[in-house]
């Protein structure tokens, strides 16, 4: 057994050997963590490389630390009430969810090469459900390489290069709904090839070149195989120059220009052996018919004010189309053809309040007119909306009054008040 003097000098050896122990690893550490900030002070040039990058521009954003891929999340949702009353009926009223979007675009491999995908989930959004027809939920599935600033080659389903308000997201109009010409004569989502030039001038003359190449049946078309096609032409030009902040894609001058901006478009569509009464949308047609359509719009904006115009015309011989040859009184199927157009002007307040008025005319085909009765039809709108966050965050209403006069002679006058919000990322 050790004497008690020699057992407190190991003692007092081993603690201060411990004590030397500490000392240094606390001192690693400490230096550790000073260079560490050190590295975080100079820009942060050392991350974890499996953690994404985020940001919160337009939407949420992804980025992966290699840059491999990146991916935007937004959302948007339009809440409605609706109040109408139609000549001769009961009035009613209405509570919905009009639209409830969520969309994701990004690039993969290389910024170069984008994609974007759009899901709708409203049952009016996704439309009528049929048999053996899968649920409308997509929207837009499509990959862009686009090898410079002015050339854009799109394949899959998106919107076709029609009239200017059907390209502007339903979430960037003023009023709460497009006009009743873009319902009935617009082009709409197609699946196909797409090939744009752009060659907009921020202070001076410029133009766009848009073409596609599509199916023509519409979008998430189900049925069997077809020779139907779809050959579509737009040009816009810019005499004043682009738009601050891409204006010419959202209605109003929230922007407030400091200069007259105009555009100036025309768009040419001939679908071959469409198989719905509106080419991409509408009922199914008893046989194919092939139509052409011609769109015609402009927009100018100016410290506040903003003014469209635009002219929509579909035309064919014969619109009509017996559901069944041998037994007429089964009456027809046929294509939504005819012309209309629509003037639009609104005033932004510096407070972000606005107010709009739009009217529209609708003018069938004789044959319509005249065969299956269809009205033509005058509309007025008045409209106010404050926007608390541009287009992303606004408060709509809208009164609007419809006059439909019939071949015979007689007319029905309708009208409805709507109260929307829109909120999205």
């Known amino acids: 057994m050790l004497p008690k003097n020699k057992t407190n000098l190991i003692f007092a050896l081993s603690t201060q050997h411990n004590m030397k122990k500490l000392y240094l690893l606390t001192l ?27 940001n919160f521009g337009k939407g949420v954003g992804i980025t992966s630390a290699d840059s491999i891929f990146q991916l935007n999340l937004r959302f948007r949702m339009q809440n409605r009430l609706s109040f109408n009353s139609n000549e001769g009926e009961k009035s009613t009223y209405e509570g919905e969810i009009r639209r409830l979007r969520l969309r994701f675009d990004g690039y993969v491999g290389n910024p170069k090469f984008l994609y974007v995908i759009q899901l709708s989930f409203a049952p009016k959004d996704m439309g009528k459900t049929k048999d053996g027809e899968p649920i409308n939920i997509i929207r837009d599935a499509a990959m862009t390489y686009r090898p410079n600033e002015n050339w854009s080659f799109i394949f899959g389903q998106t919107k076709l290069p029609g009239n200017r308000q059907r390209i502007n997201s339903s979430g960037a109009l003023q009023l709460t709904d497009r006009s009743i010409n873009n319902a009935k004569f617009n082009i709409d989502r197609d699946f196909g090839i797409q090939a744009y030039y752009h060659h907009e001038k921020k202070n001076k003359f410029g133009y766009n070149i848009k073409t596609a190449v599509s199916t023509g049946r519409g979008r998430n078309f189900s049925g069997s195989e077809s020779d139907s096609y779809a050959l579509t032409g737009r040009a816009e030009i810019f005499p004043l120059g682009s738009f601050t902040k891409n204006g010419a894609f959202f209605e109003g001058d929230l922007a407030r220009e400091k200069t007259p901006k105009l555009m100036l478009a025309g768009t040419f569509h001939h679908n071959n052996n469409a198989v719905n009464s509106q080419g991409q ?20 904006k100016y410290n506040g ?106 007319s029905k006058n309708n009208w409805y008040f709507r109260l929307q919000f829109e909120i999205g990322i």
């Open 28 to 54: 690693a550490l400490l230096s550790l963590n000073v260079f560490a900030q050190k590295l975080d002070d100079h820009n942060n040039e050392i991350k974890l490389a499996q953690l994404p990058y985020y």
């Open 281 to 300: 949308t509408g009922d199914k047609l008893a046989e194919a018919k092939s139509f052409n359509s011609i769109m015609l719009d402009g927009i100018v």
């Open 305 to 410: 004010w903003a003014g469209m115009i635009s002219y929509m015309d579909r035309s064919l011989d014969n619109a009509l189309a017996l559901n069944d040859v041998k037994d007429p009184s089964k009456g027809y199927s046929y294509v939504y053809a005819g012309s209309g157009m629509d003037y639009q002007l609104s005033y932004l307040f510096p407070s972000n309040y606005e107010v709009i008025g739009r009217v529209s005319t609708q003018k069938m085909k004789k044959q319509l007119y005249e065969t299956l009765n269809m009205p033509n039809t005058t509309e007025f709108t008045i409209g106010a909306n404050k926007y608390l966050w541009e287009h992303a965050f606004k408060i709509q209403a809208e009164l609007t009054y419809d006059k439909l006069t019939f071949n015979q002679g007689d």
